[in-house]
């Protein structure tokens, strides 16, 4: 079992930076690749991009060149520095626990992930 607790939401103005964190603990924690999603109000769950065990990185392309992944497996904690923000990144962040092989193409596969965190909300005014 993992448990995800993320942090770093909050309120920013458009062109603005936040960093999100989600501290993973349970057994093996460390060795599972770490996704991020986010819905906004009455939108589907969205992937954002995940960071795999072996720290090798993958996005959306709607956030790439604007959001970069790092994990420290030490602290077994990944975050998400969101820079350039926009009125459309506004939503509820979601951090997710997955194992298996290590392919792009099954990364925003929300089924695939075992574990949630609660979700923190970033809302980016215009």
């Known amino acids: 079992q993992v448990q995800l607790v993320e942090s770093g939401g909050g309120l920013v103005q458009a062109g603005g930076s936040l960093t999100l964190s989600c501290v993973a603990s349970g057994r093996s924690a460390s060795v599972y690749h770490m996704g991020w999603f986010r819905q906004a109000p009455g939108k589907e769950r969205q992937f954002v991009g995940i960071?795999?065990?072996?720290?090798?990185?993958y996005y959306a392309d709607s956030v790439k060149e604007r959001f970069t992944l790092s994990r420290d497996n030490a602290k077994i904690t990944v975050y998400l520095q969101m820079n350039s923000l926009k009125a459309e990144d506004t939503a509820v962040y979601y951090c997710?626990?997955?194992?298996?092989?290590?392919?792009?193409?099954?990364?925003?596969?929300?089924?695939?992930?075992?574990?949630w965190g609660q979700g923190t909300q970033v809302t980016v005014s215009s």
């Open positions: 997710a626990a997955r194992s298996g092989l290590r392919i792009a193409a099954t990364a925003g596969l929300a089924e695939l992930y075992n574990y």
């Open positions: 960071v795999w065990s072996g720290g090798s990185t």
